[in-house]
């Protein structure tokens, strides 16, 4: 059974960078879609960007310019980082997964980390 | 991108009702692509319905997904107090990928 697990500081100054890590087990992270979600205290979800093994990443234009997404393949990481951030970004994020490795079902999560909240203040 | 709508306020339900979440996107988006979770605070999200329509592993055949090109719906037939939650629409036919602000559900 494959399990998420975020890790990763839970506050983060203004103007600093939010780094935070994703540990796959069970499972391996090769051919698979991994991507980070988030949620502001009191709305929805959004999503920040997805990466692939062959290292393809693609992320959403209202954070493209600050995040970066990378795959450690060696340690069945992924990891996240942005850049430049405000109060707005106080979020919890998940990380999550597509059991599929099709890019067809790339958006469907059925792997979720728990969640951690991440602070800037 | 295209933007999903969920009605906002919360459905108040009795156990044995029959709930229907509604989920209304700006473009079309097909029968593909359409996905629906359920979040419950501390809780990993949990993917309950795939592709409009596919119930992921181990969902119950309550929840029931249909609709197609801008109009969907998850119908949870029978509700029951563990399906208290907040239920989010998704679709992934287009980047970004992007979630509706979700729907509140109480059953008690």
């Known amino acids: 059974q494959v399990q998420l697990q975020e890790s990763g500081p839970g506050l983060v100054k203004p103007s600093e960078t939010l780094s935070l890590t994703c540990t796959v087990s069970?499972?391996?992270?090769?051919?698979?879609?991994w991507s980070w979600i988030r949620q502001p205290p009191g709305k929805g979800l959004e999503w920040i960007g997805y990466?692939?093994?062959?290292?393809?990443?693609n992320y959403n234009p209202s954070l493209k310019s600050r995040v970066i997404i990378l795959l450690d393949t060696s340690k069945n990481q992924f990891s996240l980082k942005l850049t430049s951030v405000t109060a707005a970004d106080t979020a919890v994020y998940f990380c999550?997964?597509?059991?599929?490795?099709?890019?067809?079902?790339?958006?469907?999560?059925?792997?979720w980390g728990q969640g951690g909240l991440v602070t800037v203040s | 991108e295209v933007v999903l709508t969920q009605p906002p306020g919360t459905l108040s339900l009795s156990p044995g009702q029959r709930a229907t979440l509604s989920c209304r996107a700006t473009w079309d988006i097909g029968t593909n692509f359409l996905a629906w979770y359920q979040l419950k605070p501390g809780q990993a999200p949990r993917l309950l319905i795939y592709g409009t329509s596919s119930r992921a592993t181990d969902i119950p055949d309550r929840f029931i997904g249909s609709g197609s090109g801008t109009d969907f719906s998850l119908t949870i037939s029978r509700v029951e107090p563990e399906d208290s939650a907040v239920y989010y629409c998704q679709q992934y036919g287009q980047l970004p990928w992007t979630f509706g602000q979700g729907t509140k559900v109480e059953v008690k």
């Open positions: 999550a997964g597509s059991s599929w490795t099709t890019f067809y079902y790339a958006g469907a999560f059925d792997y």
């Open positions: 069970g499972g391996s992270i090769r051919s698979h879609y």
């Open positions: 990466v692939h093994d062959t290292g393809l990443t």
